[in-house]
């Protein structure tokens, strides 16, 4: 059975801080990845995806994640993060396009002003 | 353009009571999956709904039970609520004829409390 395993369950950094957030899956086959966002109060919406092509996956607000095949991780990363990203982010994972979707535990981020 | 929409935002019931949840999909969109995240965990995917049918089934029970209607709104049945129902139920929608590279849009969710 697929799974998402992240790293950190709880980040604190200092704004302009360069953040990298973990995540590895199991499945051997060919998947799909996501990170979602969390911000305070509102809905869980996209940050990026990936689905073919280039590894290297540019998202909204500045980030970007890289799929690394041979090592089954999907890294989140920001070179400077601003308090506006204090939010929780979930990796995730699906085998297709109508498959559901597999979640990682969440990060929380909390970024000091 | 009216996003995921779902009602109602929160919800108290007792132990062994039944629940109703619903949820309108974005326009345009004809997939409905749902989602049960429970405190500090993440999203966890309960079913979906496809053509008024149940597409796919994740590891719930059957008190979890759902519905598609013909304008692809969808409702999602929980029966005999236990304390551990307790969390926040998320609905995702989608369209299925789009490209190979689609998005499941989350709706604000519906925060049930089982007491």
Do not use: M
Request: include cysteine.
């Amino acid at each position: 059975a697929q799974s998402v395993s992240q790293h950190n369950h709880h980040v604190i950094l200092s704004e302009a801080a360069s953040l990298e957030l973990g995540c590895n899956y199991s499945y051997g086959g060919t998947v799909n990845l996501f990170w979602y966002v969390q911000y305070p109060g509102q809905h869980l919406q996209l940050l990026l995806k990936y689905f073919s092509g280039d590894p290297l996956v540019k998202g909204i607000k500045g980030f970007e994640a890289e799929f690394i095949k041979s090592k089954f991780s999907f890294n989140l990363r920001k070179p400077s993060v601003q308090w506006s990203d204090t939010a929780e982010y979930f990796c995730a994972v699906n085998e297709g396009r109508d498959d559901k979707i597999i979640f990682g535990k969440g990060t929380r981020l909390h970024i000091l002003p | 353009d009216a996003g995921v929409t779902q009602s109602p935002t929160h919800l108290i019931k007792t132990r062994g009571q039944q629940v109703t949840l619903r949820c309108s999909p974005k326009s345009g969109h004809d997939t409905v999956s749902w989602y049960q995240q429970a405190l500090g965990q993440g999203p966890q995917f309960i079913f979906q709904y496809y053509e008024e049918e149940e597409r796919q089934r994740g590891n719930f029970p059957d008190r979890f039970s759902g519905h598609q209607f013909p304008n692809y709104s969808s409702e999602l049945n929980v029966n005999a609520l236990l304390l551990g129902d307790s969390a926040l139920y998320l609905c995702a929608s989608s369209w299925t004829t789009s490209g190979a590279e689609y998005e499941q849009y989350f709706g604000p969710g519906t925060r049930l409390t089982v007491t």
